[in-house]
């Protein structure tokens, strides 16, 4: 069905005047469109979920609509001693009353309220920009700790578990179609030996939990710097988007991916390796607007996992583009048939960078205060 008439099933004043492709995600199809009267205007935006990524649509709709009233009802309490308002996206419901609706094909589209006067960046502006980022995810891993991890479902599962990405990776590898690639391109059998000797490494974080020294709590799932919203009059963070994503697991998770994306200063999108390397003002900025929140939750525990977290996630990423572009691109979208393995060359290049940097990372997590 057209974006236009999806659209009209939402309940929102006036008529569909436009819709148009926004966002640069690379899994739910998304759509920014505009509702006009003869004295107002309001704007939404219509998501089409990818229902070969999320299995049961329904589950992530109900995920957000639990955290969503949860966090609104906390953020409307303390809003008289804030210093600033912050934002979530709400759902907008459908004129049946649905939370989402599902069209003739079986594709399910939802709609959300949208963060306006205020923007989201693929690639960080400047410190006070980090600054921000890192604010906003420690007020939201703030907001959410105080629920029960099992709240939501687990509508990914298996999702940022790295060892679980690694069995993939190995199952994809042995196909035919792998090894053809392997043989014929020098860039695959790089990468397969990046993988390799990394292999032992991919546990670290599942291993902590396992022993107990860490716990499942509720994540983002995808802080990436391009779902932090910043205030275009204020140049402050007021939201974080993109929730679908919302589930129990490790924040390290989060802390690292937020960094990752973030402290490239060039992009993941980027085709010149040369430049691909991680920022560590901009590490900092990022770490002194965390602890804002973070510091009143952080355990001794997760404090000494903070750079494990950002390697582990950068090699997780390149792992699962690698092994996306081994299997035929079937997960994220892509533009031409080399760009996974182009995403893949990037967040390796970007991992041994953190590598090299481990030292002077690990005094910014151990001396970088937090601002009050």
């Known amino acids: 069905m057209k974006p236009a008439r999806v659209a009209e099933q939402f309940d929102v004043a006036g008529q569909l005047a436009s819709i148009r492709p926004t966002g640069s995600g690379n899994v739910n199809d998304t759509y920014l469109a505009v509702f006009r009267t003869h004295f107002s205007e309001e704007r939404i935006i219509i998501q089409r979920i990818n229902g070969h990524v999320f299995a049961q649509p329904e589950w992530i709709m109900e995920n957000l609509s639990i955290l969503t009233t949860h966090c609104h009802k906390q953020l409307q309490a303390e809003s008289s001693s804030a210093d600033r308002i912050w934002q979530l996206p709400r759902i907008v419901p459908c004129r049946n009353g649905q939370d989402f609706f599902k069209d003739e094909n079986g594709d399910f589209w939802r709609g959300l309220t949208l963060i306006a006067s205020a923007k989201s960046y693929d690639i960080a502006q400047s410190a006070e920009h980090a600054y921000e980022v ?41 196909s035919p179609d792998a090894e053809d690639l392997g043989r014929s391109s020098l860039e695959v059998r790089n990468l397969q030996r990046f993988v390799e000797d990394r292999r032992e490494f991919a546990y670290v974080l599942q291993n902590a939990l396992e022993a107990g020294e860490l716990n499942l709590r509720l994540i983002h799932g995808d802080p990436k710097i391009s779902n932090i919203m910043i205030d275009d009059d204020t140049g402050k963070g007021t939201s974080i988007i993109d929730l679908d994503t919302a589930k129990p697991g490790l924040i390290h998770y989060d802390f690292g991916d937020a960094l990752r994306s973030l402290c490239n200063k060039v992009g993941e999108e980027t085709n010149d390796l040369g430049k691909v390397a991680f920022d560590l003002d901009l590490c900092e900025a990022f770490v002194r607007g965390y602890m804002v929140f973070a510091k009143d939750f952080l355990t001794a525990n997760d404090k000494k996992y903070l750079y494990d977290s950002i390697r582990l996630i950068t090699f997780e990423l390149g792992l699962r583009f690698f092994q996306d572009y081994l299997a035929g691109n079937l997960y994220f979208k892509v533009k031409s048939p080399e760009q996974n393995l182009q995403r893949a060359q990037v967040q390796f290049r970007l991992c041994e960078s953190i590598e090299t940097r481990k030292r002077q990372i690990k005094e910014v997590l151990e001396t970088a205060p937090a601002d009050s």
């Open 134 to 174: 890192g604010t906003v995810l420690g007020q939201f891993h703030r907001l959410v700790s105080t629920m029960n991890p099992l709240s939501l479902r687990d509508t990914l599962p298996g999702f940022h578990e790295t060892p679980g990405y690694l069995e993939k990776y190995d199952e994809v590898v042995k």
